[in-house]
């Protein structure tokens, strides 16, 4: 598929899906993957964040006589499939409802480490990596989505697997054990290529026994926001697919649960 910059991206998909057929589809032909894992009281989190939580407020046939049901729930913004805003970690900058739409539209490209990670749960992407990726599908576009596949998503919903411990509280987190992106890596894409977002099937941009956040921190501090706990970056190709990934506009948020999806080409 032809790579389309950002500006025309969101009419170009409206022209083509109207242009391409007499009843107008309203998204190009591209089989669509849903790329967010399900809330539910199985959703991963953060050792020292609370779960998620359904409270059923209403569920039933009513005193008129027709069925209603609503309910309640509550979560942390970093929890399950979700976007990290540049705020959690870079002061004054954008939190989620300032993030621009066209930022979190783009076209994908997924850089595999599947068999490093299986071979060390604490890897870190490296430029190297980076590097080979380009070597054999060409330089990362301009205003790409980079997405990261670990494979660890295969791992949810068992958080021992996926994160390397079931412990809660501070000392989960010091025992956490899952790949993430190496700082020099993440320095080097925002000083060597223009992104627009970056994603990763792990609980974070870090790898898990990060205690300082170094790649959060580059990344954050040029605008650039990440996706954690994608899912299924297996059914998508190296390049060629496009990600819409629209979070909660949580006014003031620094995260927010994310529904992502992948337009295959």
Known sequence: MKYIKPMPLLVAIVTIACSSSPQ???????????????YDSQAIYWPTAEGFQLRRDADGITPAGYYYAANSFFTSEHGGT??????????GHLTVDKIPVQQLIGA????????????????QVTTDDIERFE???GAIPMDA??????????????????LGTTLRGEEGARNLHFPGLHPDAARWIVANRRIR??????????YGQSTLFESHRALYERDIPAFENLTALDRLP????????????????????????????
């Open 108 to 123: 994908a490209v997924v850089i595999d480490v599947v068999e490093q990670s299986e071979r060390d749960a604490d890897y």
């Open 197 to 206: 977002a970056i994603g990763i099937d792990t609980a974070s941009i870090d």
């Open 238 to 265: 190296a390049t060629g697919a496009y990600v819409i990934a629209l979070p909660m506009k949580i006014g003031g948020g620094s995260g927010a649960p994310l529904r992502a999806v992948a337009i295959l080409p």
């Open 24 to 38: 107008g589809a309203v998204f190009p032909a591209g089989e669509l993957v849903d790329l967010s894992h399900t």
């Open 82 to 91: 979700h976007i990290d805003a540049p705020v959690h970690f870079a002061e």
């Open 145 to 162: 989505i980079v997405l990261l596949r670990t494979g660890f998503s295969r791992r949810w919903p068992g958080a021992e697997r996926y």
């Open 135 to 137: 070597q054999q599908h």
